[in-house]
């Protein structure tokens, strides 16, 4: 593979960090990976905005809770489908060129979208096409742009630079929602999707001026569902690639699915009205942003990656019993912006380990599969909504988080290889 470093001429790579901000932020010196990186930002961006106003006009329209949890279901969906697809794609293909395609189809179904509101002839079926459609392209373009990070910094960096992609997605986390609401009242909900459109088009400017290693030929001389059956034996055969990927379905079906019991807390439990609602779902996003930070600027110091992984499994199930048992407003947020910190420690722990051990010619596929838990977080909601029901929405939280801690301590004890990874054992 080439050197992602041979991409970028040496008044591109600035020297080594020298303080604070350029500990944190050290990746950005990499002048490719820092297209990557302001594309994350508008990208997310995009999409929390995306969400608001889908939701707003879903609602608007229907006034039907059940059809606004059916379309945010069928957001999740694709994953399932279309990611390993996109996988064999990205390790046989060029895989700047790919995200491109789907940013076009971003940026075109937005525009569509815009101009169907404008003209007053948009209809329910719109909304759930243009959903499903977005939740395609999110599906395929997700697990190329995480392929592509290793190729664009050296190993040193990569743990900084997936830490840095978590707080560009979390910093519009924390401020997506309240920015798509004031959006609607500015603009409309038509120039909320022009808006939403607007910012895919500059991700496309960005990765237009990305250089990429060209993706290994090897690949191209089986067929693509040589090279799906190839990733998939490849996740089976490596037991720490294995037990990786089983580990990242834990947050995804038993801890991030009880954030969407928010209203209930808010209303049952601790009593406060719709602004204190936007601070308990703005919280979590906020402990990411503030982890993902802090993971980027310590991320060298961090060399038993695999027990700071398992240790930050264990602290998320500890935030999520201390919220849900908590009437105290203040104390649940505080612990919501330790759960949504710890949930970070974890995950881009576990995304950089599995990047450091993948060969880059099979590194979209497995980061495809590894995509695929999100398609599963709809099970972990309709299980949290059933629970709720029977045994209230702070048990049901409190038992969440005890299967964390419970899965946790598992793992660590009947995969000790997950224990022992390191920067030093990545092979």
């Not at 959903?131 to 373009?141: H, I, K, Q, R, Y």
């Not at 910093?171 to 798509?180: A, E, F, Q, R």
């Not at 060399?303 to 499994?313: A, D, I, N, P, T």
């Not at 950089?352 to 495809?368: K, N």
Request: aromatic letters at 10%; one cysteine or more; charged letters at 10%.
């Amino acid at each position: 593979m080439e050197d992602p470093l041979t991409l970028e001429s040496p008044a591109n790579v600035a020297a080594g960090p020298q303080g604070f901000l350029a500990k944190t932020f050290f990746s950005l010196r990499h002048v490719n990976y820092r297209y990557l990186w302001f594309g994350t930002v508008f990208m997310s961006a995009g999409q929390w905005i995306q969400q608001v106003t889908l939701g707003w006009l879903i609602y608007d329209l229907t006034g039907s809770s059940v059809l606004l949890g059916v379309l945010n279901g069928l957001r999740a969906l694709p994953f399932l489908i279309a990611s390993p697809i996109a996988g064999v794609f990205a390790d046989r293909m060029d895989r700047r060129r790919l995200v491109m395609a789907t940013e076009c189809v971003l940026t075109i179904t937005a525009l569509i979208m815009g101009l169907l509101v404008a003209v007053g002839v948009l209809q329910l079926w719109h909304l759930f096409v243009f959903t499903l459609v977005t939740g395609l392209a999110w599906a395929c373009v997700d697990p190329i742009r995480q392929s592509m990070v290793p190729t664009l910094v050296p190993k040193e960096d990569l743990m900084n630079a997936v830490a840095l992609n978590s707080a560009a997605f979390n910093m519009t986390k924390v401020i997506g929602p309240s920015l798509g609401g004031l959006l609607i009242v500015v603009f409309g909900v038509a120039g909320n999707f022009f808006v939403q459109a607007t910012a895919y088009a500059i991700v496309l400017l960005f990765v237009y001026w990305m250089a990429v290693p060209a993706t290994p030929p090897d690949a191209r001389t089986a067929s693509p569902i040589a090279n799906l059956k190839e990733g998939l034996a490849y996740v089976w055969s490596n037991p720490k690639v294995f037990a990786l990927m089983a580990a990242a379905l834990v947050p995804r079906i038993f801890a991030m699915p009880f954030q969407t019991l928010m209203p209930v807390f808010q209303k049952d439990v601790l009593r406060v009205g719709p602004e204190g609602l936007g601070m308990l779902l703005a919280a979590p996003g906020l402990g990411a942003l503030l982890a993902g930070l802090a993971l980027a600027t310590l991320s060298s110091r961090i060399e038993r990656q695999g027990v700071f992984m398992l240790f930050s499994l264990v602290m998320l199930g500890f935030m999520m019993n201390l919220f849900s048992w908590t009437t105290s407003f203040p104390l649940a947020l505080l612990a919501l912006v330790g759960e949504g910190a710890f949930q970070i420690f974890y995950m881009a722990t576990t995304n950089t380990m599995i990047q450091l051990i993948v060969p880059d010619r099979l590194r979209g596929r497995v980061m495809s599969i590894y995509a695929l838990d999100r398609g599963l977080m709809p099970i972990g909601s309709l299980l949290a909504g059933v629970s709720a029901h029977y045994i209230g929405a702070p048990a049901t939280v409190s038992l969440m988080g005890a299967v964390v801690i419970v899965l946790a301590l598992l793992l660590a004890w009947l995969a000790p290889v997950v224990r022992g990874l390191g920067f030093s054992s990545q092979s």
